[in-house]
């Protein structure tokens, strides 16, 4: 079945710096990538997604990029802010019942 | 605001009781999840439920049953509480309706926390 791994399980960068966090997949057929973001004591949130047909997608202080051919994607968050601190996970699912399988979660730590 | 509601919020049972965590949704979504948290091993699927006849398995369904009563609402059950069960429960519920729009975006409720003595 699909597995997920994600990396590195904690990350901590300056304030104004770049993080970036990388997930694989096992699955080649996996076709929807989405990433959510779980603030302490708080519930997961989507905060961008991706599909298999597409390279690259922003959002203002993020984005993801997806390589299929090495089945893995990223998540990049720029000009980082405290806000930004959390657990951020990734997630795959093969087609379009968007049954999830889960990256353990990356802890974001904003140093100031 | 639309939301899904999780209760109790905390629960301390002890090994062998019967404990039940309702969802309650009004969102209108077809689709419910129940998912568990616990340090290091992100999100793990339990059941979820496409409507109110269809029930199926997650990845860790041993040791869990659900039950859909309505579209607004699924239950998960732990018939007799073990300690390993301890962690954070999520319900979560997302829209059938397909289409290039329709990402299938997980709305989470608060979580319900659980410990087994």
């Known amino acids: 079945g699909e597995n997920v791994e994600q990396h590195p399980s904690t990350l901590s960068v300056q304030e104004g710096d770049s993080a970036v966090i990388k997930c694989t997949y096992s699955d080649s057929a996996s076709n929807y990538f989405p990433w959510y973001k779980q603030e302490l004591g708080k519930r997961p949130q989507l905060i961008i997604d991706?599909?298999?047909n597409v390279g690259e997608k922003k959002d203002q202080r993020i984005a993801v990029t997806l390589n299929k051919t090495a089945k893995h994607f990223s998540l990049h968050i720029t000009e980082t802010q405290p806000e930004d601190s959390a657990v951020y996970f990734c997630a795959a699912s093969i087609g379009s019942n968007y049954q999830l399988i889960w990256g353990a979660g990356t802890k974001l730590i904003i140093k100031p | 605001d639309a939301d899904v509601t999780q209760t109790p919020r905390n629960r301390i049972t002890k090994t062998g009781k019967r404990i039940m965590l309702e969802c309650s949704q009004t969102k209108g979504h077809d689709r419910m999840y129940w998912y568990r948290q616990d340090p290091g091993l992100g999100l793990r699927l339990i059941y979820y439920s496409f409507d109110v006849k269809d029930i199926n398995k997650g990845e860790i369904s041993d040791g869990y049953s659900v039950s859909r009563q309505a579209q607004a609402k699924f239950s998960l059950s732990l018939e007799s509480a073990i300690p390993n069960q301890t962690a954070l429960y999520f319900c979560?519920?997302?829209?059938?309706?397909?289409?290039?729009?329709?990402?299938?975006?997980?709305?989470f409720g608060e979580g319900s926390r659980l410990t087994v003595l």
């Open positions: 991706i599909r298999s």
């Open positions: 979560a519920t997302s829209d059938l309706r397909e289409g290039p729009t329709n990402t299938g975006e997980l709305f």
